[in-house]
């Protein structure tokens, strides 16, 4: 694992989930829906980050894995004349410009501390309302998704 967790690894790991996620898209249905949503990309960041080994490993992480998946995502959509929105690539830029702050936050939520603790709810409270308010609401998938993150953030030990 700590092998997968270094700037150029992650990178390349965005870029092949940017075109399979494109991919999903235009070939399936619902893992195409559930890869859109904003749940997923947080449960996914989060994860990058608290098992970085440091809160500057996690911010150097996130941000080539999300450089990644955004240039191949928008580059398969090019390739393939999809549809995608001038909106869409702006909400995602802006959120991957902004992931490395939010991975120096995920990373210190596993430290012990009343900050912590609400870092952790905050990053639970933000993934179910993007659900909520951004994109048609609760679904069974989101269950699952904030089920995992909730796990990851609250029950899972990790180790630094």
Partial sequence: MRKLLNPLAMLLCGLV?????RLLDIYTE????????MAVWILL?????IYSPTPGRAMANILPFCLGVL???????VITHGVYGKSYIIGWTVFAL?????????????????????????IVA???????????GFRVYDFIIDGLLVYFLFFKKVRR
Wanted: charged residues 10%.
């Fill in 98 to 122: 902004l992931s490395p702050l939010m991975a120096y936050l995920a990373w210190r939520s596993k430290e012990k501390g009343t900050f912590s603790a609400l870092l952790r709810v905050g």
């Fill in 71 to 77: 240039a191949t995502y928008y580059a398969v959509a």
């Fill in 45 to 49: 960041g989060t994860l990058i980050a």
């Fill in 17 to 21: 989930i940017g075109a399979a996620v």
């Fill in 126 to 136: 933000v993934s179910v309302l993007s659900s909520l308010l951004l994109f048609e």
């Fill in 30 to 37: 619902n893992l195409g829906v559930i890869f859109s949503q």
